[in-house]
C-alpha cells in the first residue's frame, strides 16, 4: 500500500510508520519542521526501513497539496497538539489553536482525501486518532480532551456518511491510551502557562498528573504499531482499534461507577 501518515516524527506515529515501512509499504511521513525532515530520512534508514519524510504541518495549506497530487491507498492522520489549563483561566487563544489544530485541520485533510477517492472513484482507507483521555473529565486537560472527543463523534459520524454515500472508503478510529512519548508530559506541564489565581491548587494538580501518567503509561509500543499494522492491511478495517486494552476497560469502569455514584 501507499500510506500517508502525519505527525510521523516521532512516538506512535513513527513506531507505527516504521512498522508499515518494515512490512513492505510505502510510507510517507509527515513532519511539522524541515530540519527534521533528514533526520527522520536517517532515523529510518539506521532503524533499517526506508521512509519518504515529507513537510506537513497542519494549518499550511499549502502542504495540504500533496494529498491532491497523491493517491494515497491510506491516510493515517496522528498529528495534534496538546494545549493544558484551567479553562476559568486559559487564554481563549490557546483554546482556539487546540481546536483548530486537533479538529479542523484534521477535518480539512480528511476532506481533501474523500474528495480525491470521489472523483477518481478510488478505494481508500483513513485512520483517525482521537485520545482514551477524550471519555475523561481530566481537570486542567480540558481544551485537549474536549477536542479529540469533538474529532471523536465527527469520525463516528463519517463512518454513517461514507456508508450513506457510498464512497469505496473505510475510517477507523484510533484511540490510543497514555503512551510513553513525551506527549503527555508536555501537555501537564504548559497548563501553568495562564494560572493566574489559584496556582497552589494548578501545581498540586499538576504534581498529582504527572505521578498518574507515569504509572499508567505504556513504556513499550512495539506491539501497538505491529496491531495497527495489521489492521492497516486488512480489506475491511475495523471501526475502531483502541490500547492499551487494560486502559480501555479501566476507562469505562470508571465512567460506570462515576455514573452510578450521580444517580
Same mark, same amino acid.
Given at each position: 500500500? =501507499? *500510506?500517508?501518515?502525519?505527525?510521523?516524527? /516521532?512516538?506512535? $506515529?513513527?513506531?507505527?510508520?516504521?512498522?508499515?515501512?518494515?512490512?513492505?509499504?510505502?510510507?510517507?511521513?509527515?513532519?511539522? &519542521?524541515?530540519?527534521?525532515?533528514?533526520?527522520?530520512?536517517?532515523? $529510518?534508514?539506521?532503524?533499517?526501513?526506508?521512509?519518504?519524510?515529507?513537510?506537513?504541518?497542519?494549518? +499550511?495549506?499549502?502542504?495540504?497539496?500533496?494529498?491532491?497530487?497523491?493517491?494515497?491507498?491510506? *491516510?493515517?492522520?496522528?498529528?495534534?497538539?496538546? +494545549?493544558?489549563?484551567?479553562?476559568?483561566?486559559?487564554?481563549?487563544?490557546?483554546?482556539?489553536?487546540?481546536?483548530?489544530?486537533?479538529?479542523?485541520?484534521?477535518?480539512?485533510?480528511?476532506?481533501?482525501?474523500?474528495?480525491? #477517492?470521489?472523483?477518481?472513484?478510488?478505494?481508500?482507507?483513513?485512520?483517525?486518532?482521537?485520545?482514551?483521555?477524550?471519555?475523561?473529565?481530566?481537570?486542567? %486537560? $480540558?481544551?485537549?480532551? !474536549?477536542?479529540?472527543? /469533538?474529532?471523536?463523534?465527527? $469520525?463516528?459520524?463519517?463512518?454513517?456518511?461514507?456508508?450513506?454515500?457510498?464512497?469505496?472508503?473505510?475510517? #477507523?478510529?484510533?484511540?490510543?491510551?497514555?503512551?510513553?512519548?513525551?506527549?503527555?508530559?508536555?501537555?501537564?506541564?504548559?497548563?501553568?502557562?495562564?494560572?493566574?489565581? &489559584?496556582? +497552589?491548587?494548578? =501545581?498540586?494538580?499538576?504534581?498529582?498528573?504527572?505521578?498518574?501518567?507515569?504509572?499508567?503509561?505504556? &513504556?513499550?509500543?512495539?506491539? %501497538?504499531?505491529?496491531?495497527?499494522?495489521?489492521?492497516?492491511?486488512? +480489506? &475491511? *478495517?475495523?471501526?475502531?482499534? !483502541?490500547?492499551?486494552?487494560?486502559?480501555?476497560?479501566?476507562?469505562?469502569?470508571?465512567?460506570? *461507577?462515576?455514573?452510578?455514584?450521580?444517580?
Amino acid at each position: 500500500m =501507499k *500510506i500517508f501518515i502525519t505527525g510521523a516524527y /516521532s512516538g506512535l $506515529g513513527y513506531a507505527i510508520a516504521k512498522e508499515a515501512a518494515k512490512r513492505g509499504h510505502i510510507v510517507y511521513a509527515g513532519v511539522h &519542521k524541515k530540519e527534521q525532515l533528514s533526520f527522520l530520512e536517517q532515523k $529510518g534508514m539506521e532503524d533499517g526501513v526506508f521512509l519518504f519524510p515529507v513537510l506537513f504541518r497542519l494549518g +499550511e495549506e499549502k502542504d495540504y497539496r500533496i494529498l491532491e497530487e497523491n493517491s494515497f491507498d491510506l *491516510i493515517f492522520l496522528q498529528a495534534g497538539i496538546a +494545549e493544558g489549563g484551567s479553562l476559568l483561566e486559559m487564554n481563549i487563544k490557546r483554546i482556539e489553536e487546540n481546536y483548530q489544530i486537533n479538529l479542523f485541520e484534521n477535518l480539512k485533510v480528511l476532506q481533501k482525501y474523500l474528495r480525491r #477517492c470521489l472523483l477518481t472513484k478510488q478505494k481508500g482507507k483513513i485512520f483517525l486518532t482521537s485520545s482514551l483521555a477524550a471519555f475523561l473529565p481530566l481537570p486542567y %486537560l $480540558g481544551s485537549y480532551t !474536549s477536542s479529540k472527543m /469533538s474529532l471523536y463523534s465527527i $469520525g463516528r459520524t463519517l463512518q454513517k456518511e461514507l456508508k450513506l454515500q457510498q464512497l469505496k472508503v473505510r475510517l #477507523c478510529l484510533f484511540v490510543p491510551g497514555a503512551y510513553q512519548t513525551g506527549f503527555n508530559e508536555y501537555m501537564i506541564l504548559n497548563k501553568e502557562k495562564d494560572l493566574y489565581f &489559584k496556582e +497552589e491548587e494548578g =501545581k498540586k494538580i499538576t504534581q498529582k498528573q504527572e505521578q498518574m501518567f507515569s504509572l499508567i503509561e505504556e &513504556k513499550d509500543y512495539l506491539l %501497538l504499531a505491529q496491531r495497527v499494522v495489521r489492521a492497516m492491511e486488512k +480489506e &475491511k *478495517i475495523p471501526n475502531d482499534l !483502541s490500547y492499551p486494552f487494560w486502559q480501555k476497560i479501566g476507562i469505562k469502569i470508571y465512567r460506570l *461507577i462515576s455514573a452510578l455514584i450521580e444517580l
